[in-house]
């Protein structure tokens, strides 16, 4: 009975990978609409968002069952503690890839990324990848010392957050108030993908280690408008 | 033994509802510091956040202690589980609350709010707080008709945040670009600190009736930009 106990939190963590690897394609693709203006792609990011949901209710569910049912405790108990509170974050991940996705699509067959602001999107988008995919092995592997990675490369998110902010407001900024509301926004979804990548490592080193990082109950409030 | 451990859940529920009126005081005082400008307010909105973030770790905790030292079932397991969704969410809506406050202090002493956007951030504001105090007595009393009605309001909350775009996007619009950007966060802000509330209204639904409403895994993407 333990043995498949164990089976069924083995199988959990491959579908957290997987539902990982399904927020880190969302935001690639919805980063590929927003930079062409492919409305295909768009469409298709808002079409698998509903995988990424329906996966985080079959967690939820699971996870519900097994807590019912084999009353774990210690590190069993805490790693279906913790299964509820990353599929909240790669939800929402998932979130913020269609919400970009949905900017390329409302702006389609326009480009919704002014020229000189689509390499900072490409590298907000690159490092969104990179992050999700540490993720992904953060979770493979309980890795403490790659989910400290994780933050540090918060940390570029953030600096290209505040380079897209300086771009938005400068005097030579000639795209009007739409295109600037776009890209407040879009800077913001990317932000906040990457501030619950950071999330979803810090709750694995709560699993690892059985201690929060100091300060880490609340995802970071981060941005310009934040600080 | 049980009657310690249901004396135990009942505490939970209070310390929820605690929360939940500091998560609604933090939004009333940053609203109020982002119409008059007065740094006090928002300093002390700022400096209040630790107290949410602090009850959503004693919180986590004390459900923990509880999973693993009572392994409750049925009502009492799914009562835990909710808890440790609702938390994320007050502190997620303390957060926002604290954003708003963070752009009232980072414009002082100026009024971040240009005089035509006032009324309707001031409704924005109204909004939030009643939303908020049916959180709390939802909480009290899972109530699963007042949660309905949550989502009700949470439809005026989209749409005085549609209202602000329209005026953002008028020929009139003469404060430039900075206004545009602290407006679109502020209406962001607002409209997710309802998504939240709603959040916490859905979970309730799930204690009560032991099924979570139609679609509602998702707190749903919502605002122009997403639409």
Not at 120 to 145: F, H, N, P, T, Y
Not at 203 to 217: C, D, E, H, L, Q
Request: aromatic fraction near 4%; glycine fraction near 6%; charged fraction near 25%.
């Amino acid at each position: 009975m333990r043995d498949l106990f164990h089976d069924e939190l083995d199988q959990i963590g491959n579908s957290l990978v997987a539902m990982t690897h399904l927020a880190g394609t969302a935001m690639q693709r919805a980063t590929e609409a927003l930079l062409t203006g492919d409305l295909h792609v768009a469409e298709r990011v808002v079409s698998d968002d509903t995988a990424i949901d329906a996966l985080r209710a079959d967690l939820e569910s699971k996870t519900f069952q097994l807590l019912s049912l084999q009353q774990p405790v210690a590190t069993d108990l805490r790693m279906l503690v913790t299964t509820l509170h990353l599929v909240a974050d790669l939800e929402r991940m998932g979130d913020l890839a269609l919400h970009v996705a949905k900017v390329a699509r409302m702006r389609h067959p326009d480009i919704a990324v002014p020229v000189e602001l689509r390499d900072v999107i490409a590298q907000m988008g690159a490092v969104a990848l990179s992050l999700v995919d540490k993720v992904a092995e953060v979770i493979k592997g309980r890795d403490v010392e790659l989910a400290q990675a994780i933050e540090v490369e918060d940390d570029s998110m953030d600096a290209l957050h505040r380079k897209l902010f300086t771009q938005l407001l400068a005097d030579s900024w000639s795209h009007g108030t739409e295109a600037a509301i776009d890209m407040t926004l879009l800077g913001r979804y990317y932000e906040r993908y990457a501030d619950h990548a950071v999330g979803v490592a810090r709750r694995i080193v709560f699993i690892a280690t059985g201690a929060m990082p100091a300060g880490s109950a609340a995802i970071k409030p981060s941005g310009p408008a934040a600080g």
